[in-house]
């Protein structure tokens, strides 16, 4: 059974600090989704990586997938209080089915005013 | 463009009844996707149905069951619902089959059995 895991779980910082999020696993994905959910709506496609060593920036977060494809990791920079969230990655699982994906457990963001 | 809908939005449901839950996918899209959020946790897979197929299922029991209808809609039931089942349900849509196209949720269904 493929997993991902998130870490840090949760995560509380200031306005104006720089964090980065990893998701990593013991199996080699094709690609790799983020998503940022907000309590009681749906997740939010942010990026998929498919390279190995592959880095995508959207504007204040930054991508990288790793060159095994095995883990990939979000960095934000000068983090808001918008930036506030679920982070979750998550990872296609073609295994038995026509593909579904497996998501990590998420990192829970708070940024502080 | 309309995002992927999903109606109810929430739900309170007895143990033992059953529920239908609904999803309009995004317009052109052909394939739909059901996941099960337990608070806490990441979504888990359930159903993908493609062309009214079903696709792909989850490590999920035989309560849960699903259809897709010419307009590419769907609709998840769950039966003889345990309280468990008490979790954020959601839709996701694609172009084609998950495993080619990215896929796009709606904002889920609350459901929660007492």
């Known amino acids: 059974t493929q997993l991902l895991e998130q870490s840090p779980q949760f995560l509380s910082i200031q306005e104006g600090e720089n964090l980065t999020v990893y998701c990593n696993s013991s199996?080699?994905?094709?690609?790799l989704q983020w998503y940022r959910q907000e309590p009681g709506e749906g997740p939010v496609l942010l990026v998929t990586?498919?390279?190995?060593?592959e880095v995508k920036k959207l504007k204040r977060l930054t991508f990288q997938f790793g060159d095994a494809r095995k883990d990939s990791s979000l960095h934000i920079t000068a983090a808001q209080p918008g930036d506030t969230g679920l982070y979750l990655c998550?990872?296609?699982?073609?295994?038995?089915?026509?593909?579904?994906?497996?998501f990590g457990k998420g990192t829970k963001l708070s940024v502080k005013p | 463009d309309a995002g992927v809908t999903q109606s109810p939005t929430h739900l309170i449901k007895t143990r033992g009844q059953q529920v239908t839950l609904r999803c309009s996918p995004i317009?052109?899209?052909?394939?739909v996707s059901w996941y099960q959020q337990v608070l806490g946790q990441g979504p888990q897979f359930i159903f993908q149905?493609?062309?009214?197929?079903?696709?792909g299922r989850g490590n999920f029991p035989d309560r849960f069951s699903a259809r897709q209808f010419p307009n590419y809609s769907s609709e998840l039931n769950v039966n003889a619902l345990l309280l468990g089942d008490s979790a954020l349900y959601l839709c996701?849509?694609?172009?084609?089959?998950?495993?080619?196209?990215?896929?796009?949720f709606g904002p889920g269904t609350r459901l929660t059995v007492t």
């Open positions: 996701a849509s694609s172009l084609g089959l998950a495993a080619n196209y990215e896929q796009y």
């Open positions: 199996s080699v994905f094709s690609s």
């Open positions: 990586v498919v390279t190995g060593g």
């Open positions: 998550a990872g296609m699982d073609y295994g038995g089915s026509q593909g579904n994906l497996i």
């Open positions: 317009s052109g899209h052909k394939s």
């Open positions: 149905y493609y062309e009214k197929e079903e696709r």
